[in-house]
């Protein structure tokens, strides 16, 4: 076997390995409905399908990335893949909500494994020269992996059942892990050492669980709570203590030079608001699209997917350029493209075709390759060769933590801004009843207490079809019940005019409907307008993650932070 083809084998064994982690981050959540119906349970309870995997995921990874370094990569790798395959089998065979979610949260400490130590195990298996090309693959397959999540899982259960969405990482893991064992070269940081830093290792362990799992219940306590107080000033004392521990110790897992390092610093900050920003965009975007404008969850999801195409293509390209070129200018205008991206979706309208959508989230695609696939490549390049795997877990903790951030924010505005639209659409309803000129007194009365009654749940950006639907049975109920206990005379005044009456209400329904529609479209609107907001910060990080280029072809800065870092 020639060497080309033993550099194909081995960069598909880590990618295996690594495109299964990613993939599980986002193909459960289509199965989420079917998983409730199998198991029962709560929403709340539901959700610990994802949240669990979430926060093993960010807390473990960043330790993750120093056992690599210090007793090897491929070897920690390898025990990642194992015990990912093997958490995907059992979450399959699962009988109870309970063994999924523990297994799901194994499955979040295998990623934590995988994620971090597929970039030096990748830049140990190719060249230099080759580094730009590899890592902008890399970036395709990371947006590939999470862009197609929601299709694959949407296919996948409706065509099988939802336990095969675990059961495809198992020929997937068994082949990454032989292929790894035939054609990955064992790597380490030799100047790491072999002591383990318990200390460094359980505090950046407990202040990543604590600060994650603070945003994960944000909303359930209220960002005013003393609980989210309380967990995010445990998990701020835990860094501190991480970051006094770092400075007194002989051998610390992350060695505070690397901070000194503008570009690496650059990385992580870009990365933190593009993993928020990717966050937003699926999150967002999957409820516009089945709440708002109708669509199955696996249409939905298909039509999500197409934000893969351009991911792929632009990761591809913008990778090896960026190698030659720099990065700054790839990730600064990727990122403009993200934030363009977000703020063009406000525009989309209930009726909106699907080109429209497809069109938009191509072109967020675009951005994102622009941004990852350089802004990760330029970060690993100005760190010191052998420090490339802590690195990786600081900039990968950096992006989980963004996410899991951002959707804990856009959930909160998206709740706000839908509930103060849902309360004006209300009101106007309200007039439109008691200013009608056709319906009678107490028909009006019914209509009224039943809209009153809706009041809350039209504030919770459900479905406006479905609301009206459900406001039609309330007030036809209603009005049965209310004409039993009329006088005898208005019995027949009622009788008289019945059709005219029902007529009435639904036209109002109808009004009502498209109100409520409109109300969670302006919602969603202002929503995507405050993400892409929040995404301006990225275009400035990723202006910083690489330097200028004329400076580039001395890489003195980096043999300064190598030899203060030995």
């Known amino acids: 076997m020639n060497g080309r083809a033993k550099g194909v084998l081995a960069f598909m064994a880590i990618l295996l390995g690594y495109f299964i982690a990613l993939l599980d981050t986002t193909i459960v959540n289509i199965a989420l409905p079917e998983m409730t119906r199998h198991f029962g349970g709560t929403v709340s309870e539901i959700s610990w399908i994802m949240n669990g995997y979430n926060l093993a995921f960010a807390a473990l990874i960043l330790t993750a990335s120093r056992l690599a370094d210090q007793f090897g990569r491929k070897k920690v790798f390898i025990v990642g893949v194992v015990l990912f395959t093997l958490s995907s089998l059992l979450a399959g065979l699962s009988t109870s909500l309970g063994m999924l979610i523990l297994f799901r949260t194994i499955q979040g400490l295998a990623g934590a494994i995988i994620v971090p130590v597929s970039i030096p195990l990748t830049t140990t298996t190719f060249p230099k020269e080759k580094h730009g090309m590899i890592i902008g693959l890399w970036g395709a397959i990371a947006g590939l992996a999470a862009a197609s ?287 009608d000129t056709v319906l009678m007194p107490f028909v009006k009365e019914v209509l009224v207490g039943v809209v009153n009654e809706q009041g809350g749940q039209m504030k919770t950006g459900s479905d406006s079809e479905v609301q009206a639907e459900a406001l039609t049975t309330k007030i036809m109920k209603g009005l049965e019940a209310a004409a039993a206990k009329l006088e005898p005379e208005q019995q027949k005044a009622f009788a008289a005019t019945r059709e005219g009456q029902i007529d009435e209400v639904k036209m109002l329904l109808t009004k009502a409907g498209s109100e409520l529609k409109e109300a969670s479209v302006k919602g969603f609107g202002q929503t995507f307008i405050y993400a892409s907001f929040m995404s301006l910060p990225g275009i400035i990080f990723a202006w910083m993650s690489d330097k200028r280029r004329a400076r580039k072809s001395s890489n003195k800065s980096a043999d300064y932070e190598s030899t203060e870092i030995a």
């Open 149 to 435: 999540g929601p299709s694959l899982g949407g296919i996948i259960t409706e065509k099988l059942n939802w336990q095969w969405i675990f059961y495809v990482n198992v020929p997937l893991g068994v082949l990454s892990i032989v292929l790894t064992l035939l054609f990955i070269k064992e790597s380490r940081d030799e100047s790491a050492g072999k002591r383990v830093d318990y200390a460094g290792m359980l505090s950046i362990t407990a202040g990543m669980l604590l600060i994650t799992y603070a945003f994960i219940k944000a909303n359930d306590y209220g960002w005013n709570s003393g609980e989210f107080y309380a967990l995010i000033g445990a998990g701020l004392l835990c860094i501190a203590l991480f970051f006094f521990v770092q400075r007194r110790g002989k051998e610390p897992m992350l060695p505070l030079a690397l901070l000194k390092i503008k570009e690496f610093n650059g990385t992580s900050l870009t990365l933190f608001i593009v993993g928020a920003a990717l966050s937003n965009l699926a999150f967002l975007t999957s409820f516009f699209l089945t709440r708002v404008m109708g669509m199955t969850e696996l249409k939905a999801g298909l039509v999500l997917s197409t934000m893969a195409a351009g991911s792929i293509v632009s990761s591809a390209v913008s990778g090896g350029l960026s190698n030659k070129y720099g990065s700054r200018w790839f990730g600064a205008i990727g990122a403009v493209i993200i934030c363009g991206s977000l703020y063009s979706m406000s525009t989309l309208e209930a009726d909106s075709s699907l080109v429209d959508v497809i069109l938009r989230l191509f072109i967020a695609g675009i951005g994102v390759g622009l941004t990852m696939a350089p802004v990760m490549s330029a970060g690993i390049r100005h760190v010191p060769e052998e420090k490339v795997g802590i690195a990786s877990g600081v900039i990968n903790m950096a992006k989980s933590i963004g996410s899991v951030l951002g959707v804990a924010i856009i959930v909160t505005l998206l709740q706000q801004n839908i509930g103060g639209e849902m309360q004006t659409a209300q009101t106007r309803i309200l007039e439109q009843v008691k200013g």
